[in-house]
């Protein structure tokens, strides 16, 4: 199985300012023959179900805005929420869907400073 | 509108079977690839099973030899069926959409294993 390992685990960010999330496969997300890299980002809000934000590493989703940002090859990428914004309150997740099982990273929670 | 709705959650004692289901609406279950996401309270997210479009299912190292993922086309339902449950199963169970990335899922249902 593809191990996925995020950073931090937790992370504090004033509002206005940008926040920076970590993920790092054990194995290379990047097919070849599509030159695509299979990594998604997911928001949890408390009590809800997690929300997709981004596909393809850097897709964004529909109505995610566009201060969220992903950017990464092979096995490193990044989540950038480039002006935090109050309602971005949430732990986030990366996963990997470059083969079965579809894994996760065990999630960061960001919280505004 | 496309949604997902789980039913079937509960307290269950250890060793006990319990029975989920997923009634989808909005498209149609056989042309999509179909799963189960378990979230432990205050824990991550994690892979329990899937159903692809031809039917061929997986079951995650957790669920292998306990659960079964199912569906019935005529109800454009997906389910899953628990035995020998332990309270480590103890979780809110997503029914999730996605043939590649998951674009849609359920709110969950919670099951609750013990005694």
């Known amino acids: 199985d593809i191990v996925m390992t995020q950073s931090p685990d937790s992370l504090a960010v004033s509002l206005g300012e940008r926040a920076t999330i970590n993920c790092k496969s054990s194995?290379?997300?990047?097919?070849?023959?599509?030159?695509?890299?299979?990594l998604a980002w997911y928001q949890q809000k408390a009590g809800q179900p997690p929300k997709l934000l981004l596909y393809w590493a850097s897709a964004r989703h529909s109505g995610v805005p566009d201060r969220f940002s992903g950017s990464g090859s092979e096995t490193d990428f990044t989540l950038t929420i480039s002006s935090l914004q109050a309602e971005d309150v949430a732990v986030y997740f990366c996963q990997q869907y470059h083969s079965t099982p579809r894994t996760f990273g065990q999630g960061t929670k960001l919280e505004i400073k | 509108d496309v949604q997902l709705v789980e039913s079937g959650g509960g307290l269950v004692q250890p060793g006990g079977s319990l029975t989920l289901s997923c009634s989808v609406s909005?498209?149609?279950?056989?042309?999509?690839?179909m799963h189960w996401v378990r979230q432990a309270p205050g824990k991550g997210l994690e892979y329990v099973a899937a159903?692809?479009?031809?039917?061929?299912?997986f079951h995650g190292d957790s669920a292998r030899g306990r659960f079964t993922i199912s569906r019935d086309t005529s109800k454009n339902s997906l389910f899953l069926q628990m035995t020998s449950l332990r309270p480590e199963d103890t979780a809110i169970y997503y029914c999730?959409?996605?043939?590649?990335?998951?674009?849609?899922w359920g709110q969950g249902t919670l099951v609750t294993v013990s005694s």
């Open positions: 159903i692809d479009k031809s039917g061929i299912t």
């Open positions: 194995q290379s997300l990047l097919s070849r023959s599509t030159n695509k890299n299979y």
């Open positions: 909005g498209f149609v279950i056989s042309n999509d690839n």
């Open positions: 999730v959409r996605g043939s590649l990335y998951f674009d849609i």
